[in-house]
């Protein structure tokens, strides 16, 4: 065990820690709205639009996130056409292209979790809504926007832990986030061990934290 | 559609060997996943507070912590390790542990996290009668588990555990970076040589979806078949 080596591995990986949790509440604030989005969608009455919003949600969660960093990173730089819009000055970036697969990818399993919060309203709760005059409109923002998040708390938090580990593939497209930074501490100095145990503690409290804080806001928002 | 065709000019038939090569890491995962909740499911539910707390911590540091890490560690740590235990024995040779080897074990490892939640998380929703009528009716305690829970549980596990396949597929393309070729090594060689990665990582995509489906349709007969008589 080389302790000196996980002292001196610390701050960088603390650093680069930083990087990681800045791509995640990025990809999770984008997120959030791609999968209200797709929520809304799903619920739709027209069978064009629920089709299409099941089948986004079906493409990006049947499809390892590797593959769409790798679709959007290096194959939408294939295209003549896409390099010469304004969307270059975005996509040109790894780091951009990471939080746009992160994105999209996190608003998939977002709309399912919202979809299925939607759906698991009490109808009573709207039909109070209707009784008292309220219209539609404020019902919809705010009374079944409000119980549905409330309701999705705690498979919402599996899903920031999932997306904090899906991060860390922004390794692979030249990004030092957390994993990547460990991974080329291990490659230059071979002590695999040590890095390890370092790099996966701050991961394993950053778990820790997520998982306090959704507790908090279960705690905070319940209905009880 | 040339760059798919089978032998020489195309990438079809090395595409073809690599899908094999997918399922076959999966496959070989989930079967070392298995062997890992076997041994951890017991302890998790154990009521020695140490064997618990071994339980907890294999779940918690494995779910708590990327797959790609833990793979790194495998991919860098696991020839070292093998080389260690050898000195043991008197063999200082190098030793290189086939990818092949190395990947599925670091994804089996993951994969036995989550199937040893779903095992745990099945067998306690048991009813607690059926636990206590095997006892009364004084069964041996492999009967017991073999014949009365075993097959209880499996209906309950079932559904989860095609979640925990679904995982366990995916998380494979992440064994790419070993060099191990996979879908999504292979679709990297070929996008490299051709200059064509729109197409080739969307191929793998497909690919993936197909995998997916497929094993959807299969893991859903199952269920059929373990919640007969519900």
Redesign the interface.
């Known amino acids: 065990m080389d302790i000196s080596l996980m002292l001196t591995s610390l701050p960088k990986l603390l650093g680069a820690a930083v990087v990681t949790l800045k791509l995640l509440s990025l990809s999770l604030f984008f997120g959030i709205f791609i999968g209200l989005l797709f929520a809304i969608l799903r619920l739709s009455k027209n069978p064009f639009i629920n089709k299409f919003a099941y089948g986004y949600s079906y493409l990006f969660r049947g499809t390892p996130l590797l593959v769409q960093i790798f679709i959007i990173y290096f194959g939408l730089g294939q295209v003549e056409y896409f390099r010469s819009t304004f969307l270059w000055v975005v996509f040109k970036e790894p780091y951009w292209c990471a939080i746009i697969a992160f994105a999209l990818n996190t608003g998939a399993y977002t709309s399912e979790i919202l979809r299925s919060a939607f759906q698991t309203i009490k109808p009573g709760i709207i039909e109070a809504g209707k009784s008292l005059g309220i219209s539609n409109k404020i019902i919809f923002y705010k009374i079944q926007i409000p119980v549905a998040i409330r309701q999705s708390l705690p498979a919402y938090g599996n899903e920031i832990i999932l997306m904090m580990k899906g991060t860390s593939l922004a390794s692979t497209v030249t990004l030092m986030d957390l994993t990547g930074v460990a991974k080329y501490i291990i490659s230059t100095t071979f002590k695999p061990i040590e890095v390890f145990i370092v790099a996966g503690g701050i991961y394993l409290f950053m778990t820790f934290l997520i998982h306090n804080i959704i507790k908090y806001l279960e705690k905070k928002y319940s209905f009880q | 559609m040339e760059l798919l065709s089978f032998g020489n000019a195309g990438w079809g038939d090395e595409l073809f060997y690599a899908t094999l090569m997918t399922i076959a890491v999966s496959i070989t995962a989930m079967l070392i996943g298995f062997l890992f909740s076997i041994i951890f499911t017991p302890l998790k539910l154990s009521n020695n507070k140490f064997f618990n707390l071994i339980g907890n911590t294999y779940t918690?540091?494995i779910?708590?912590?990327?797959?790609?890490?833990v793979i790194?560690?495998f991919f860098?740590?696991g020839s070292?390790a093998i080389m260690y235990v050898a000195s043991i024995f008197g063999y200082y040779e190098y030793i290189e542990i086939n990818a092949f080897i190395t990947g599925s074990c670091a994804i089996g490892i993951i994969s036995g996290a989550y199937s040893t939640e779903v095992f745990r998380g099945a067998i306690q929703s048991i009813d607690k009668g059926q636990f206590e009528a095997c006892k009364v009716l004084g069964f041996k305690k492999y009967i017991y588990f073999l014949k009365v829970i075993m097959p209880q549980m499996l209906r309950l596990a079932i559904p989860n555990l095609s979640n925990v396949w679904?995982i366990t597929l995916?998380?494979t393309?992440?064994i790419?970076?070993t060099g191990l070729v996979e879908i999504?090594r292979q679709?990297?060689i070929a996008?490299g040589s051709t200059?064509?990665?729109?197409f080739f990582?969307?191929f793998?995509?497909i690919l993936?979806?197909l995998l997916?489906?497929i094993s959807m349709k299969l893991i859903n007969r199952l269920e059929v078949k373990y919640s007969r008589g519900f």
């Open positions: 918690t540091i779910r708590g912590v990327p797959e790609l890490l790194y560690l860098f740590g070292g679904q995916k998380d393309s992440l790419s970076v999504m679709s990297y996008a200059r064509d990665p729109l990582y969307s793998a995509a993936y979806l997916t489906f």
